[in-house]
């Protein structure tokens, strides 16, 4: 008996979303893709109320690699996630972010910033004095250093990438449910199926936890 689904993907904001877009999307994936989301309006998602920040400025370079993929595709989102010619809007604002430190923790922010000019980050570093004159706002008197990232690094709408992931997984063949998942079948080590607060029961091969900010209810389940 086959399952209701290869990959159920529990949660249908961003992070599920994409999961749901980049496997229907991949000629190496051919099962199904079911998504389980508990409100399909978002009113209350993690995604929605999100900031939606991008920045470079990280201390691993897994992490800036991973920063790097997110702008690269964002930048051609509008033509990726399009759906009868029509594309999401992410209104991508470039406006930078500002690290600072004190004096105690200048060493760790220049540590930061040698990480990511050797990934080919180009952020500034600040001394206080240019600090003060680049952001005469700012009360520089307890402040020794600051880094900013003055090119690639600011903010998209993230309730637009959400629902341009969602279209596009859509229209590949995803299968999208609204349902709350209210328990998990194990067996041995696997998890079989979710169990829906109506009653029902969705069986898979493969379940990801992608519920944000409710991840760690979903795990309790296993």
Not at 57 to 85: C, H, M, T, W
Not at 175 to 204: F, M, N, P, Q, T
Request: glycine residues 10%; aromatic residues 8%; hydrophobic residues 45%.
């Amino acid at each position: 008996m086959s399952n209701d689904a290869d990959v159920l993907i529990i949660g249908g904001g961003v992070i599920g979303s994409a999961i749901a877009y980049f496997l229907c999307s991949s000629s190496d994936f051919d099962g199904k893709v079911v998504v389980l989301e508990q409100d399909s309006s978002y009113q209350f998602a993690s995604t929605s109320r999100s900031l939606g920040g991008i920045r470079l400025q990280y201390s691993v370079p897994e992490n800036i690699a991973i920063a790097k993929f997110g702008l690269e595709f964002y930048a051609s989102a509008a033509e990726r996630l399009a759906v009868d010619g029509e594309g999401p809007v992410l209104g991508f604002r470039e406006a930078g972010y500002l690290i600072l430190a004190s004096a105690f923790g200048q060493v760790l922010l220049d540590e930061n910033l040698a990480v990511q000019r050797d990934e080919g980050v180009d952020t500034l570093r600040l001394d206080q004095a240019a600090l003060a004159e680049r952001f005469p706002w700012l009360n520089v008197a307890d402040l020794a250093v600051g880094a900013f990232g003055a090119r690639n690094e600011g903010w998209i709408d993230p309730y637009a990438l959400l629902q341009g992931f969602r279209r596009k997984a859509i229209s590949l063949g995803a299968d999208y449910r609204e349902a709350r998942v209210v328990g998990l079948k194990r067996v041995g080590a696997r998890i079989i199926a979710a169990k829906l607060e109506s009653g029902g029961a969705v069986s898979c091969d493969t379940v990801v936890n992608a519920a944000g900010a409710r991840a760690h209810l979903i795990a309790q389940m296993a």
